[in-house]
């Protein structure tokens, strides 16, 4: 879906990007983390081309990015940003129909999916389009940020820090928002992350950056169990990369037939829930639920222990 | 004791103390300053009379108890409202009084007697001026609400100079002289600020984004504009009479166009040039007021970098901007006044002859148009950039 080949960005003497090559699959969620200043952010608006690239190339769906002029190429890729960037004379709507408009999209289809997508972010457009930014809440303002990148329905999102401005609890919830949102639609997101979490949580593939070069791109688990460098190990963390690993499982995953006594948890609880469910009740198995309330079997402290242990 | 000492403080709690001052100002003023003064002729010295010896008793008592009235709600009420009903009055009834005066000084047929306004007058319009504009702050009025009250007192000064009201008085007696020449010292007036602001407008804010866009050029640029601003009117007329009388010389087509060492043509470069610095100083520093994120996320979206500039960053500098067209706006409607000295016209003619023949009425018909005219830019630019920062915050 997105190929970024040999990508290289000098300012002067210094290497922002040092020589990146990366597949991104259509429909995942890639998450790039590093340290500030790992030329992340870089090497994110090198694809929609805010940052030209000195070498290399990017193909999105085959197609060389350099071929077009960068305002219209932007215009079919999302771009969400921390502190939501939204503008603040323009109402809820306006904003959200930014790149709709600049595409000409027709006046009723613009009203349509300015209110489709306000009902998809849970704020009611009767009571939302005509406000101005500064009279929502920031959890609100980040969620249209995310609605306005979304507006004309790229088949790549790009986000840099989405929920950096986010207090925890918000943040969680947006984060699972934009799990959903990029199932619903299939959305290619690539979002950038100093939240070693977050990267976990969100990310298919997790690509660890540091000095402009790119370390190891993987999945999470494969960051876990087989880091490529000293440096990703750092950066996971080592003491509680077991609980790390837990977490990247789900309960339903895990689950192996049998009846459960014990805590009964949900299929989409991850393994870490499962085991401090567990320890909290001093039971020795968990019976696990699906979402329509049927048993979908069981997971035992055995099971979870030989799945947190190394390789 | 206790009940007079609380009665007191009970009184001193209802007691507006800015209010007070004005009002006891106003009574003060009334009773013991001379409300005119009275000239045989025009360079005769005057004799100041009192509101009592100025007008007839019915009139004077009037006047007196409506002074007195004014003080009293200025000091006991504290509904803004009422005080400036009480102000307005106030101030119309001085006016009334004052053109009054006037006439009942003034034998019949008599054109060289001459009665203008005394100290006491001034200082009652102003006192009153002050406890209105006070009023109308207390209300915080909307933009449309302050351009409407522009609009009422602009019509009810025209109404009372209309009217007759003033015309035995000193001032009307000047303009009735001058009158051939007044409308076009005004249009002259009104084109050098205007035109020299419109002109600075048109290279400033391009100048401004310019400092906005290239960090390096903003500190030589505004340095040297800076400069510019230091030096004093009167100087800078001299100054740029030599090279623009050169040019007259050289180019004869460019004295044709009406450009040379003195008149108008030093007096709008002068004035452009004064304009310049706020003009390019707030364009800048709007810009660099805009969020960051705002513009990144426009350029991310694909606006293109002209999308950016008018959709974006100027409607968010805009606010910035206007003041600053407002502060070189009234800045350049009261320097127009010393363009005179060069030849350059406007309300300044009047104010210089007025100095050179010693006659004051003749300083204040060039003086009061124009703080007229700065006051009404004042209110309708500030009107402007309230409006705007309402619907874009």
């Avoid at chain 1, 950038?192 to 999470?220: C, I, N, S």
């Avoid at chain 2, 100025?54 to 009420?77: D, F, K, N, Q, Y």
């Avoid at chain 2, 003195?262 to 706020?278: D, E, M, Q, S």
């Amino acid at each position: 879906m997105i190929e970024i080949e040999s990508l290289s960005k000098e300012y002067g003497p210094a290497t922002v990007v040092d020589g990146v090559s990366m597949s991104i699959a259509g429909g995942s969620i890639t998450a790039i983390v590093g340290t500030s200043g790992s030329g992340k952010s870089t090497l994110l608006r090198m694809i929609n081309r805010l940052v030209e690239p000195s070498r290399g190339r990017v193909l999105i769906e085959g197609r060389d990015t350099a071929t077009r002029p960068g305002h219209l190429l932007r215009r079919e890729i999302g771009y969400a940003i921390q502190g939501h960037g939204l503008f603040p004379h323009r109402t809820v709507a306006e904003n959200i129909a930014t790149v709709p408009r600049l595409l000409g999209w027709q006046a009723a289809r613009i009203r349509s999916r300015v209110a489709e997508l306000l009902g998809i972010f849970q704020l009611e457009p009767g009571e939302y389009a005509a406000k101005f930014p500064h009279q929502l809440s920031g959890g609100q303002q980040q969620r249209v940020g995310v609605a306005r990148a979304l507006a004309a329905e790229p088949r790549v999102l790009l986000m840099d820090e989405p929920f950096g401005a986010l207090d925890p609890i918000i943040r969680g919830q947006a984060q699972d928002d934009l799990r959903g949102i990029q199932r619903r639609f299939g959305t290619t997101v690539v979002l950038v992350t100093h939240d070693m979490d977050e990267a976990f949580r969100l990310g298919d593939r997790v690509a660890v950056m540091t000095q402009g070069r790119l370390l190891q791109y993987d999945r999470p688990a494969m960051l876990l169990t087989h880091p490529a460098d000293p440096f990703v190990s750092r950066l996971t963390g080592t003491s509680d990369r077991a609980l790390k690993l837990l977490s990247l499982t789900t309960a339903g995953d895990a689950a192996e037939p049998g009846a459960g006594e014990g805590p009964v948890v949900p299929a989409s609880a991850s393994l870490r829930d499962v085991l401090a469910a567990l320890l909290w009740s001093g039971a020795a198995a968990a019976a696990v639920q699906r979402p329509d309330g049927s048993p979908a079997g069981r997971v035992t402290l055995a099971a979870i222990l030989a799945r947190g242990r190394a390789g | 004791m206790p009940l007079s000492t609380s009665l007191q403080s009970g009184i001193a709690r209802r007691v507006d103390r800015l209010g007070a001052l004005l009002g006891v100002g106003a009574i003060v003023a009334a009773v013991t300053l001379p409300f005119v003064v009275h000239k045989a002729n025009r360079i005769a010295s005057g004799t100041p009379r009192s509101v009592l010896e100025a007008l007839p008793r019915g009139t004077a008592v009037a006047a007196l108890a409506l002074v007195a009235g004014v003080a009293a709600s200025a000091a006991l009420s504290r509904r803004p409202r009422l005080r400036l009903a009480a102000a307005v009055a106030g101030v119309t009834g001085i006016a009334l009084a004052l053109g009054r005066a006037a006439d009942v000084l003034t034998p019949a047929g008599n054109r060289l007697t001459r009665v203008s306004p005394g100290v006491g007058c001034w200082l009652l319009l102003v006192l009153f001026a002050l406890l209105a504009t006070d009023a109308l702050a207390r209300l915080r009025p909307g933009p449309a609400a302050r351009v409407g009250c522009l609009a009422l007192t602009a019509l009810a000064a025209y109404a009372a100079f209309a009217s007759g009201l003033f015309d035995h008085l000193s001032i009307m007696r000047e303009y009735a002289v001058n009158a051939s020449g007044f409308g076009r010292e005004a249009r002259q007036h009104v084109l050098l600020a205007l035109g020299s602001v419109g002109a600075a407008a048109v290279i400033g804010l391009p100048v401004g984004i310019l400092c906005h866009r290239v960090p390096r050029l903003r500190g030589a640029i505004l340095q040297a504009l800076n400069l510019i601003q230091t030096i004093p009117s009167i100087a800078l007329f001299g100054i740029l009479m030599v090279p623009l009388g050169a040019l007259a010389t050289a180019v004869p087509l460019a004295a044709e166009l009406g450009i040379n060492g003195i008149g108008p043509a030093p007096a709008a470069v002068a004035l452009f040039l004064y304009a310049l610095l706020p003009i390019v100083a707030n364009t800048s520093v709007g810009l660099g007021r805009v969020s960051p994120a705002a513009v990144d996320a426009a350029r991310g979206m694909g606006l293109t970098g002209w999308q950016v500039l008018s959709q974006i960053e100027m409607p968010l500098a805009l606010p910035v901007i206007i003041t600053g067209l407002r502060i070189v706006l009234v800045q350049n409607i009261g320097l127009v006044t010393v363009a005179a000295l060069i030849g350059g016209g406007g309300f300044g003619t009047y104010v210089f002859q007025g100095v050179g023949q010693t006659a004051i009425d003749l300083v204040l018909l060039g003086a009061i148009p124009t703080v007229a005219l700065a006051f009404t830019a004042a209110v309708l630019l500030d009107a402007l950039v309230d409006a705007l920062q309402r619907t874009a915050r």
